[in-house]
Nanobody
Framework: VQLQASGGGLVQAGGSLRLSCATS????????MAWFRQAPGKEREFVAA????????SYTDSVKGRFTISRDNAKSTLYLQMNSLKSEDTAVYYC?????????????????WGQGTQVTVSS
């Protein structure tokens, strides 16, 4: 199983970025997917999750209304559209896959992880 996150970069506050997570080696449509992030000196935190079919999503409160998680099962790819970025969104962003039923907001609930992509928001 491989998850490859990309799309991070340096952006000014108020700007936008779109992260992608290309997957291989798994039946993508059988996995619930999520984005987590980890800022320097902090624990990895949940950002957003999406159901297998993409019809159900959940977000941490701090990104609601600004971030949108989506997936393309035909392309085995997960996305995170990030708008109105703030300096506090600066972190390494990770995509994660969960085979079990139900949504989890903790890292141990996910079996497979991407390598992370750096997002830096300048104020």
């Amino acid at each position: 199983v491989q998850l490859q996150a990309s799309g991070g970069g340096l952006v000014q506050a108020g700007g936008s970025l779109r992260l992608s997570c290309a997957t291989s080696g798994l039946t993508f449509s059988n996995y619930r997917m999520a984005w987590f992030r980890q800022a320097p000196g902090k624990e990895r935190e949940f950002v957003a999750a999406i159901s297998r079919g993409g019809d159900s999503t959940s977000y941490t409160d701090s990104v609601k209304g600004r971030f949108t998680i989506s997936r393309d099962n035909a392309k085995s790819t997960l996305y995170l559209q990030m708008n109105s970025l703030k300096s506090e969104d600066t972190a390494v962003y990770y995509c994660a896959a969960r085979r079990n039923y139900g949504t989890s907001t903790i890292p141990s609930g996910y079996s497979d992880w991407g390598q992370g992509t750096q997002v830096t928001v300048s104020s």
